[in-house]
């Protein structure tokens, strides 16, 4: 049979501290965890509620054996819930949220008396979802622990961000999430370039290698570098890039900026040799530029309607005349 889901190893000092809460009986009714995303929140709060559904935990986890632990790994516990948005959606809908007063109002299944709702990510509320789902917070009686992912907790409504103890995650440890990584690719250097790729985030890290990424971000590179030296235009490579996922080229444009930036200020050694011919560009332009690209990979995300293909176009065209005045000054 299947495993129980344990927190990943990166994670134990925020496992601890929450057994310790759990332990002398402070356990919150609402929980936010927060910190970057691609670095294991949802498997941690898949984690705990199994732990707290379980009959019979462990101080690791959930014993995988009980009733619970078996309608939890074949999902079909009825004292569990999961909210994020549809396929295809980037927002959770008021009706999944109203859908949780009546669960919330229910009793439990099972002996322990606690129903447990997952909501990721919590930024996924507007505020009319948002505000619904405080009225499931605002009723602690019924036995529901709320547990809430956020990858930008600063978006939430600070309403939300009040009611919730909050539990942050960082960047995990290297060595941890290097020796992880290497179980799964096999290949401690190849580890070592994918998680750097990937700022550190394991399952980003992953899923490149899963994806091919490497050769994909390489492709990116080229044709950063043909821009500059007029191998491709703008619109050349703007047709390249629409189809793909555009909060994933955001992502590598502006991570390329940011390390670009940090070479500029701190002679951080470059991930990609291309971009060294973008290295005399005036610092304070390259951050404005990353600046920008933030901006608008925050408004891909807050589902903003945007021609991918017209920003990307611009925003390759200002930088190609940056790139120029810069060389003729
Ligand atoms: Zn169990």
């Known amino acids: 049979m299947a495993e129980p889901l344990l927190a990943y190893s990166w994670q134990m000092s925020q496992w601890h501290d929450l057994q310790r809460l759990i332990e002398s009986g402070r356990l919150p009714h609402a929980l936010l965890l927060a910190g970057p995303d691609s670095i294991g929140k949802l498997r941690f709060a898949k984690a705990l509620a199994g732990f707290l559904l379980c009959e019979s935990p462990s101080q690791v986890g959930a014993c995988g054996q009980c009733r619970s632990c078996h309608f939890q790994i074949d ?29 919330s109002a229910q009793h439990a299944h099972r002996d322990k008396g606690r129903k447990i709702v997952i909501i990721h990510p919590a930024e996924a509320m507007n505020v009319y979802t948002a505000n619904a789902l405080l009225k499931t917070l605002e009723e602690p009686n019924s036995g529901t622990i709320l547990i809430l992912i956020s990858h930008t907790s600063s978006q939430l409504l600070p309403t939300i961000r009040s009611r919730c103890v909050q539990l942050r995650f960082g960047i ?23 998680l750097l790729e990937a700022g ?14 490497l050769a994909v971000r390489e492709s990116f590179d080229a044709a950063m570098s043909a821009l500059l030296d007029g ?81 990307l176009e611009t925003l390759f065209l200002e930088w190609v005349a940056l790139c120029k005045r810069s060389a003729a000054s």
């Open 231 to 311: 191998g491709k235009t703008a619109l050349q490579v703007a047709l390249e890039l629409k189809d793909k996922d555009i909060l994933q080229v955001f992502d590598w444009w502006c991570s390329r900026l940011m390390e670009l930036s940090r070479h500029q200020l701190a002679g951080v050694p470059l991930l990609a040799n291309s971009w060294a011919s973008y290295k005399n560009l005036p610092a304070n332009l390259v951050m404005q530029t990353l600046q920008r690209g933030l901006e608008l990979r925050s408004g891909f995300s807050r589902g903003v309607a945007l021609n991918k293909q017209l920003v």
């Open 200 to 213: 550190g985030r394991p399952l980003a890290a992953r899923q490149t290698f899963d994806e091919d990424g």
């Open 75 to 103: 999902a079909s516990n009825p004292d569990y819930r999961e909210i994020c948005p549809d396929e295809g959606k980037r927002q959770i809908g008021i009706d999944q949220v109203r859908g949780l007063q009546s669960f």
């Open 172 to 194: 995990p440890d290297s060595s941890l999430a290097e020796s992880w990584l290497r179980d799964y690719v096999g290949d401690a250097e190849l580890s070592k370039k994918l």
